[in-house]
């Protein structure tokens, strides 16, 4: 199949240029100044090539058409069924081969204590009681975690390397985020935002994109079920409090 990529074939164009400049140049006409125009153009070649591999398959447009269609599904499905409970976001150690967030079906006013792997299934059962039932389902954030280069560690500092990482390099979402991190609250603030946050049912539940990105990531790091206590934004940023659960 032949690649479309514009800048695989600019890449090409250029690399084949260069170095029948450069040979020409230094073997041929023994010009300095047309070997290093040769050269440049190598260069250039290599820098459009990598940038190639890191274009994705997909235009931004279908990506945010995919990703506003699942948001869409799973907000009808819990404004359905009438869930107002927080959702639970878990490791993968706890939710099968990525991180997932769990929603509860029964509110009671405690938190369920979730210490085994769930059942990778829609509805699934979390304890002993014919109630204790909840939906496992996937998030932006669990696609999130799946960008990162490494498992952040456990730390503050390691929490908000990956977080700059990912909102300011790899998605360009952000300017960048700080991380304080006390006993079992973690506190995050994202600078300059530029990701429409909307208002949807399911964001009483799931809480806004960027909220279930950093706990998605926060899960995965602690290796613990985290849930999202707050979140706001107000002068350019946005603020999202995380509470690690035992």
């Not at 050269?39 to 591999?53: D, E, N, P, R, T």
């Not at 990703?67 to 799973?74: F, K, S």
Request: proline share 6%; glycine share 8%.
């Amino acid at each position: 199949m032949v690649n479309k990529n514009p800048y695989t074939w600019s890449g090409l164009g250029l690399l084949i240029a260069g170095v029948l400049v450069s040979l020409s140049a230094y073997a041929v006409f023994h010009l300095t100044w047309l070997t290093a125009l040769g050269i440049s153009l190598l260069i250039i070649s290599v820098i459009l090539l990598a940038l190639s591999k890191a274009v994705p398959e997909l235009p931004p447009e279908v990506c945010a058409l995919l990703l506003e269609t699942g948001v869409d599904n799973i907000a009808a499905l819990i404004e359905e069924l009438g869930v107002r409970t927080r959702a639970i976001y878990l490791p993968s150690s706890l939710s099968g081969d990525r991180p997932r967030a769990f929603i509860p079906l029964r509110h009671n006013g405690t938190q369920p204590k979730i210490t085994a792997t769930l059942p990778q299934r829609l509805i699934t059962r979390y304890g002993t009681d014919p109630e204790d039932v909840g939906l496992l389902v996937a998030t932006i954030g669990s696609a999130a975690v799946g960008l990162l280069e490494s498992k952040p560690a456990a730390t503050g500092e390691s929490l908000e390397e990956s977080l700059n990482a990912l909102f300011a390099g790899r998605l360009g979402i952000a300017d960048g985020a700080s991380v304080i991190c006390r006993e079992n609250v973690i506190d995050i603030e994202i600078r300059k935002p530029r990701m429409k946050n909307g208002a949807a049912w399911s964001h009483r539940c799931l809480g806004r994109p960027l909220a279930s990105m950093v706990a998605s990531i926060a899960a995965e790091a602690w290796d613990r079920p985290v849930t999202i206590r707050r979140e706001e934004q107000s002068n350019g940023k946005y603020r999202v409090a995380l509470e690690v659960l035992g």
